[in-house]
């Protein structure tokens, strides 16, 4: 309140506030506290709002903590709605500018309340509300951090903000959406088709798609977000230095989904048009399911098509599709329970009201006591004192090992991290009881080697920024005692070159013996260091910082080994892709390495033996081995070849009086698929050929269409680049021949069936 009216000079007079007015399902009268806190401060019953369970009433999901709120709204006056409307009404007169919630209960599955042991309050305000009622001026979009953007919009699109809804709507889509990337790629989220790179994915293809209704030519996004950066950049230090990631992964995402939008939009018209002449109202689920799984195109912007052509879309079928797919992507995996085990840890923890001491970075033993046990299913829950255990977090695996007491002993499965705080997750036979006095041991040899896996993550990312570039970062990790598994926000795959680069650096580094050290300081000066932070993880005033002598800083809590030297060696066994934009490097260490070694040397003897070659001629003997391979092959490839046309002549269907040919075909390369499809059409004659091979992780495609049938209006080069678009691929060609390469093999079928579509509306 103080704030409110002294310090942003706000007329209290104006001042209207809402409390809970109570609920009959929760049991729970007005929130009486929170009215008589208003009515000392000053403000009449007659600006005091009770409002229910949906407006006043904050709750994180259907069980946990819980409270009512209470807001503070702002009078705008009567330009903006009649005097009888109030706060909470469909309404701009009174304009909601800051909210506090009272978590005070926990609610449980059976929707009864109970007290939490430690309350608190979770307030916050809205900061472009506040400036919107400081520069007074209609909405948010009218301040002066937004109105570069509007003009931005306007200059490009040529059209004027104001001028009609739909206008207005999309320029202010442009600025929202362009500030909101922009500050999420300045923290190191990328365009992806998961969690929080999919909510930005979704950001930028919506701006990109309103820049298009506007009638904007050409790239644009990477502009509007500089527009951003040139705004915000001296508040915000962080947009400066990401500058040019920031333009990188725009300028990305649009170039993809250009190639998206182009051919969804011609698809969804082809459905629209469809369900005009049905007399339909609606697309089907099945439909729009296919455009978002075969073709990338968004449901949201399906929807958002439809709606602007008076149509709509079954969502409930299409969200019912989505789980189908996420079910089937699920099934074989095994199922833990451990998401269950880590609630019922985290209630476990709430009930005790106090929190264990973790001790592991000092040492990895502790005698210490049970202060809490919970007996469940065999396992038991405990919370120690003191604890040596380090709980799983930041990519870390828990630590295992033992607590004994002076008769028995149980080993710990898991340690589950909730905060600051932890819950121990013992296997079945400890006999553990609460107030007893235990020994915590760690297990030495895992904790080493997890701690070797952890401080070789660190240089592997610093060997990756120096190699690739600034933009790149950490995008999810596995630190184990078994290996180490790093994700990172990379749009291409790693050269053989580039790999060995990285691997060479971190062995240089771990050969130099560089000190390892851990330090807490303030955020801000960790910050001020150059020290690395993991987006999405919550820090403090105060953080650990974990140093690497010349070469890395980062924020990170988990173990790490003294000097590098205790490493031994690094090796890199895997680079592959873990999602859109987002590349994954596998290594192992020490022991783990040099295992790995002597695995591959052994491999190396029995090929030696196998070839009769020396180990240090191995690969010329392959290659003699691959040569003689090939000509055999080709003594035996022409009646196969034959056999192979043959049958896909057989299976040609009749579209419109031409016959049409869509097949998989199993070629050794590109050039044979050339040729096949070739023979194929040259038997048919006034033909249609598409054939598709899937080969490792590439896919080739070619189409083959006769002069006469190019008359008809199918042209081999549009027909390719449709299917091309479905495997991630791109390709072209003259109107009678064209081929295309790929990179999603698994979209095979789905390209062959676009391309056949494409074909067959052409000869309809």
């Given at each position: 309140w103080e704030f409110s009216?002294?310090?942003?000079g706000l007329d209290p007079e104006r001042i209207w506030i809402t409390v809970f007015g109570g609920d009959d399902e929760l049991g729970l009268g007005p929130d009486a506290e929170a009215i008589e806190c208003w009515r000392a401060i000053g403000i009449p019953d007659e600006r005091i709002v009770l409002l229910g369970r949906e407006d006043n009433f904050w709750q994180s999901g259907p069980t946990g903590p819980c409270g009512p709120c209470s807001e503070l709204y702002l009078d705008r006056g009567p330009g903006f709605g009649p005097d009888s409307e109030r706060p909470g009404d469909d309404t701009e007169r009174y304009l909601e500018y800051w909210n506090l919630v009272f978590m005070q209960y926990e609610l449980h599955a059976d929707?009864?309340?109970t007290g939490l042991p430690q309350q608190n309050i979770d307030t916050g305000l809205g900061l472009d509300r506040m400036a919107a009622i400081q520069q007074d001026v209609p909405s948010i979009y009218e301040t002066e951090h937004f109105r570069p953007l509007l003009e931005f919009g306007e200059k490009r699109s040529g059209r004027r903000y104001g001028q009609d809804e739909p206008t207005t709507r999309s320029l202010r889509v442009l600025a929202d959406h362009g500030r909101g990337a922009t500050f999420l790629m300045a923290d190191g989220v990328v365009p992806s088709n998961e969690e929080r790179g999919y909510v930005l994915r979704r950001i930028l293809r919506r701006a990109i798609r309103h820049g298009r209704s506007l009638g904007i030519q050409g790239p644009f996004v990477a502009d509007l977000c500089e527009v951003v950066v040139e705004g915000l950049g001296d508040v915000y230090p962080e947009l400066e230095a990401e500058r040019q990631t920031i333009a990188r992964w725009a300028a990305a995402e649009e170039e993809g989904f250009a190639r998206t939008l182009s051919q969804g939009e011609r698809l969804l018209a082809e459905l629209i048009e469809g369900a005009r002449a049905r007399g339909a109202e609606q697309v089907s689920a099945e439909d729009a399911f296919r455009l978002h799984d075969t073709y990338g195109f968004p449901f949201e912007l399906t929807q958002e098509v439809l709606a602007e052509q008076g149509l709509t879309v079954d969502a409930q079928g299409f969200a019912a599709l989505m789980e189908q797919a996420r079910n089937r992507a699920r099934s074989g995996a095994r199922d833990t329970g451990g998401d269950q085990t880590a609630e019922r840890a985290a209630a476990f923890a709430r009930q005790t009201g106090f929190s264990t001491r973790?001790?592991?970075?000092?040492?990895t033993e502790a005698d210490t006591v049970a202060r809490a046990v919970l007996a469940e299913n065999g396992t038991q829950l405990v919370k120690l004192e003191d604890s040596p255990f380090y709980p799983a977090g930041g990519g870390q695996v828990s630590d295992t090992g033992l607590v004994r007491t002076g008769s028995a002993e149980a080993r710990v499965a898991e340690v589950f991290r909730l905060g600051s705080d932890q819950v121990l997750a013992l296997e079945p036979g400890g006999g553990l009881k609460e107030g007893q006095e235990v020994h915590a041991e760690v297990d030495r040899s895992t904790r080493l080697a997890t701690m070797r896996n952890h401080t070789a993550t660190h240089l592997l990312h610093a060997a990756l920024r120096e190699r690739l570039g600034d933009h790149l970062r950490q995008a999810g990790s596995y630190v184990g005692p078994d290996k180490l598994r790093f994700d990172f926000t990379h749009g291409e795959r790693l050269s053989r070159d580039e790999l060995a680069n990285v691997e060479q650096r971190v062995n240089g580094w771990i050969a130099d013996n560089?000190?390892?050290?851990?330090?807490?300081?303030?955020l801000d000066e960790a910050r001020s260091l150059g020290a690395m932070a993991l987006f999405g993880e919550k820090y403090g005033d105060w953080v650990r910082m974990v140093e690497v002598d010349r070469v890395s800083r980062e924020l990170c809590g988990g173990t790490h080994v003294a000097t590098t030297g205790e490493i031994g060696l690094f090796h890199i066994t895997v680079e592959t892709s873990s999602a859109s934009n987002v590349?994954?490097?596998?290594?192992?260490?020490?022991?783990?390495?040099?295992?790995?070694?002597?695995?591959r040397t052994a491999q190396l003897r029995r090929l030696s033996e196998a070839l009769r070659a020396p180990e240090g001629e191995l690969e010329r003997a392959v290659e003699k081995l691959n040569e003689r391979v090939r000509e055999l092959s080709k003594k035996s490839a022409a009646p196969a070849r034959d056999t192979t046309a043959e049958e896909l002549v057989k299976a040609a269907d009749d579209v419109s009086g031409v016959p049409v040919v869509t097949a998989r075909a199993e070629v050794g390369d590109a050039k044979e698929l050339l040729g096949l499809a070739d023979r194929v059409r040259q038997t048919l004659g006034d033909a249609v050929v598409v054939l598709g091979a899937a080969a490792g992780e590439r896919v080739h495609l070619v189409v083959n269409?006769?002069?006469?049938?190019?008359?008809?209006?199918?042209?081999?080069?549009?027909?390719?680049?449709v299917a091309a678009e479905v495997v991630g691929g791109g390709g072209g060609g003259?109107?009678?021949?064209a081929q295309a390469g790929g990179r999603l093999p698994e979209k095979l079928d789905d390209a062959l069936q676009s391309a056949r579509t494409s074909v067959e509306q052409s000869l309809s």
């Open positions: 009216t002294q310090d942003l929707g009864s309340l973790f001790v592991g970075y000092e040492s560089q000190m390892v050290t851990a330090v807490e300081t303030t590349r994954r490097i596998e290594a192992v260490t020490g022991p783990g390495a040099t295992a790995l070694f002597e695995e269409v006769a002069p006469a049938v190019v008359e008809l209006g199918v042209k081999a080069g549009a027909v390719v680049k003259r109107d009678t021949m």
